[in-house]
């Protein structure tokens, strides 16, 4: 494979100023993590530390293999929101090692309103079964939450995709026999009681973790019966009388110990085989992507610069280079890992979908997973375009990314916006995983574009509320605004793109890949 020759001088002074503008972006991402991980003069916090009890990440960092990474996902959901009294939604979910098998791991944080969930808790935890359940991975619960956060109730409780998906979803993943575990660490109250019960097994822990239907103050106002929490379903109840834990933990360093030893005897899925190579380093700085990514989405990127600086050795070979180049298709290796990459350089015009298409295709009966690199205004418009069939040939793109077999990576570096969304597997067409860039913009089309179509339809009537619709635009296309709801798995830095997206590849290689299989095509 033939090594990318870089054209940027990253010591001229104009590359220069660029990564030092894009550091300010960094610096800000940097604070907002750092404000919802580190939040030891939270009253909330100091509160549990003081009960003995260890932070969620804390717990989830002795659980999983030593020194081996935790891929967490979506640290910044709910952020904005709430008054931001919901630091990453309270839960926190990612994927790591346990005897070196890779894992699920969902977590409640109990500083965070008693662990409740609110639409966004909810929408993560879900998530976090969803990847489990496509990639076979065994899934971990370290359970210590209020349940339903009861204001917002009816934003959690009724629908499809609300708090009761969550024991669904238990069910479905144990009948494709993918283990289950529970470690109560603390509350699980109501139908968070279901967690528990319908895991494999079940480790509660002694003076701490407690299961009940409907507690004390529940119980004294249906039945008039006063108990205490630790009589109606502590630790020893349920390992001892009823029968909803198996394991009897002396305190959480004991409950991981338990858990751990389970996952020695847990079998390992079958793996997708990959013919590996050794990792080689990029030959260009991946610090170089400060300057490269784009602040001002009108201004043009060389794609074959950004992969430069996330593939193995820079190696990069292109498929159909000449051909509809406004979006760039090739092979390449992260982290050892084959990768088919599909990255726009333009406009999507009917021969740049037709080449997309092609090398989905491919990747699919190779079995090659795919990284999508987007930075998509949309598909191009106008008659000439209309009458070549812009929209069909479009199609053939979109089907192909929707029914593709092999893992999808997409990675949001720039914009992403109307169709070309969907075309470059956006959240809709079910990528596998999803990341942005932190100055990455997501939207159906930019402020300005809406305020000419608005105004177009009701005659200028929009003049006086231009500015609020274009603020409000910009303010909803921020992939911050993204991440609090969910849309994607993450903001990342851009120099850890090319760990991250090797980690994800390893990780969906823990099932077999699907065979090919197409619907009808619009010729
Ligand atoms: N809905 C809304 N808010 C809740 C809540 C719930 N289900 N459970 C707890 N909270 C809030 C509390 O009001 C408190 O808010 P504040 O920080 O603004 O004062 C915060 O979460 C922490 O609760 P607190 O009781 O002070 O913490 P704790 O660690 O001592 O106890 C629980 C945590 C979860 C054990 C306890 O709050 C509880 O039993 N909650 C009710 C659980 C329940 O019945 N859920 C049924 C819903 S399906």
């Known amino acids: 494979m033939n090594q990318i020759k870089s054209k940027i001088d990253a010591s001229d002074t104009?590359?220069?100023?660029?990564?030092?503008?894009?550091?300010?972006?960094?610096?800000?991402?940097?604070?907002?993590?750092?404000?919802?991980?580190?939040?030891?003069?939270?009253?909330?916090?100091v509160r549990h530390r003081l009960r003995g009890k260890l932070d969620a990440r804390s717990r989830i960092e002795l659980l999983i293999d030593e020194k081996t990474p935790f891929l967490e996902l979506s640290t910044l959901a709910a952020y904005g929101q709430y008054e931001n009294q919901f630091p990453s939604a309270g839960?926190?979910?990612?994927?790591?090692?346990?005897h070196g098998k890779s894992c699920m791991i969902i977590a409640n944080d109990a500083t965070v309103k008693g662990g409740t969930y609110v639409k966004e808790t909810v929408k993560k935890h879900l998530r976090g079964q969803e990847i489990a359940l496509k990639n076979h991975l065994p899934c971990v619960y370290l359970v210590d939450s209020g349940g339903i956060f009861l204001p917002e109730q009816s934003q959690i409780f009724?629908?499809?995709?609300?708090?009761g998906r969550i024991f669904y979803n238990q069910a479905q993943m144990?009948?494709?026999?993918?283990?289950?575990?529970?470690?109560?660490?603390?509350?699980?109250?109501?139908?968070?009681?279901?967690?528990?019960?319908?895991?494999?097994?079940?480790?509660?822990?002694?003076?701490?973790?407690?299961?009940?239907?409907?507690?004390p103050p529940l119980v004294k106002a249906a039945t008039g019966e006063e108990v205490t929490a630790e009589e109606l379903g502590g630790a020893f109840v349920h390992a001892g009388i009823s029968g909803v834990a198996d394991h009897l933990a002396e305190n959480e360093i004991d409950a991981i110990?338990?858990?751990?030893?389970?996952?020695?005897?847990?079998?390992?899925?079958?793996?997708?085989?990959?013919?590996?190579?050794?990792?080689?380093?990029?030959?260009?700085?991946?610090?170089?992507?400060?300057?490269?990514?784009?602040?001002?989405?009108?201004?043009?990127?060389?794609?074959?610069?950004?992969?430069?600086?996330?593939?193995?050795?820079?190696?990069?070979?292109?498929?159909k280079r000449n051909y509809g180049a406004t979006i760039v298709t090739g092979y390449s290796r992260v982290l050892g890992f084959p990768v088919g990459i599909i990255a726009n350089n333009g406009f999507l015009t009917s021969e740049a979908s037709l080449k997309g298409a092609h090398f989905i295709e491919i990747c699919n009966f190779r079995k090659i997973p795919i990284l999508f690199l987007q930075n998509i205004s949309g598909f191009i418009v106008g008659k000439k375009y209309e009458h070549e069939g812009i929209a069909r040939n479009g199609a053939k793109l979109i089907h192909a990314v929707a029914t593709a077999v092999v893992?999808?990576?997409?990675?949001?570096?720039?914009?992403?916006?109307?169709?070309?969304?969907?075309?470059?597997?956006?959240?809709?067409?079910?990528?596998?995983?999803?990341?942005?860039?932190?100055?990455?913009?997501?939207?159906?089309?930019?402020?300005?574009?809406a305020l000419h179509?608005?105004?177009?339809?009701?005659?200028?009537?929009?003049?006086?509320?231009?500015?609020?619709?274009?603020?409000?635009?910009?303010?909803?296309?921020?992939?911050?605004?993204?991440?609090?709801?969910?849309?994607?798995?993450?903001?990342?830095?851009?120099?850890?793109?090319?760990?991250?997206?090797g980690l994800a590849i390893s990780i969906t290689s823990n099932r077999k890949f699907a065979e090919p299989k197409n619907g009808i095509i619009r010729m």
């Not at 990528?431 to 942005?436: I, R």
């Open 453 to 501: 179509v608005l105004n177009s339809i009701k005659g200028n009537e929009l003049e006086d509320s231009d500015s609020n619709l274009i603020n409000q635009f910009e303010e909803e296309s921020t992939a911050y605004y993204s991440t609090s709801r969910l849309w994607d798995d993450g903001i990342i830095n851009p120099a850890d793109t090319r760990n991250i997206v």
């Open 14 to 45: 104009q590359f220069k100023d660029s990564v030092e503008s894009y550091s300010q972006v960094i610096s800000t991402y940097r604070s907002r993590m750092k404000s919802i991980i580190n939040r030891d003069e939270d009253s909330a916090v």
């Open 91 to 98: 839960i926190i979910t990612g994927i790591g090692k346990i």
């Open 174 to 215: 144990s009948a494709e026999g993918i283990p289950q575990v529970s470690i109560v660490m603390g509350s699980c109250t109501a139908g968070g009681a279901y967690v528990p019960a319908m895991s494999d097994e079940t480790i509660i822990v002694k003076n701490q973790g407690t299961i009940f239907i409907g507690g």
């Open 257 to 319: 110990r338990i858990c751990r030893n389970i996952f020695e005897l847990i079998p390992q899925n079958e793996l997708q085989h990959f013919e590996m190579v050794s990792v080689e380093e990029p030959a260009y700085d991946p610090i170089e992507l400060y300057g490269l990514a784009p602040a001002d989405l009108r201004k043009p990127v060389d794609i074959y610069e950004i992969i430069a600086r996330i593939v193995d050795g820079s190696k990069f070979e292109p498929f």
């Open 158 to 163: 009724p629908d499809r995709d609300g708090f």
């Open 407 to 449: 893992p999808k990576i997409t990675v949001i570096f720039g914009g992403s916006f109307g169709a070309g969304n969907y075309a470059m597997a956006g959240r809709a067409y079910n990528p596998d995983f999803l990341f942005v860039w932190p100055s990455s913009k997501i939207g159906v089309m930019g402020g300005q574009q």
